[in-house]
Nanobody, 119 residues
Framework: VQLQASGGGLVQAGGSQRLSCTAS????????MGWFRQAPGKEREFVAT????????SYADSVKGRFTISRDNAENTVYLQMNSLEPEDAAIYYC?????????????WGQGTLVTVSS
């Protein structure tokens, strides 16, 4: 499975942005999908996930209420709608796919898309 993330760029604090990640080469609908991010000098961290069957979502506390993850299995795409962006949200955002719902193993990573938030 190849994951292609897009939608990053420069946004002002308080603004919104939507990231997309399109999968190819596999059965997208059978994978749990997620977004992770890595800021300079920090470790990669969990942002949000969505399950493959029930579309159950999970969010990091830092983005809860501001970010929304969704997926369109017909388009093999997962989205991350980011609202009320804060400078602390600036990072490279990676989409990922996992067969196991616990995310103990990440099967595939996308290449990342950079989000810059100006204050």
């Amino acid at each position: 499975v190849q994951l292609q993330a897009s939608g990053g760029g420069l946004v002002q604090a308080g603004g919104s942005q939507r990231l997309s990640c399109t999968a190819s080469g596999g059965t997208f609908s059978r994978y749990n999908m997620g977004w992770f991010r890595q800021a300079p000098g920090k470790e990669r961290e969990f942002v949000a996930t969505i399950t493959w069957r029930t579309f159950t979502t999970s969010y990091a506390d830092s983005v809860k209420g501001r970010f929304t993850i969704s997926r369109d299995n017909a388009e093999n795409t997962v989205y991350l709608q980011m609202n009320s962006l804060e400078p602390e949200d600036a990072a490279i955002y990676y989409c990922a796919a996992a067969r196991v719902g616990s995310w103990a193993v990440v099967d595939y990573w996308g290449q990342g898309t950079l989000v810059t938030v100006s204050s």
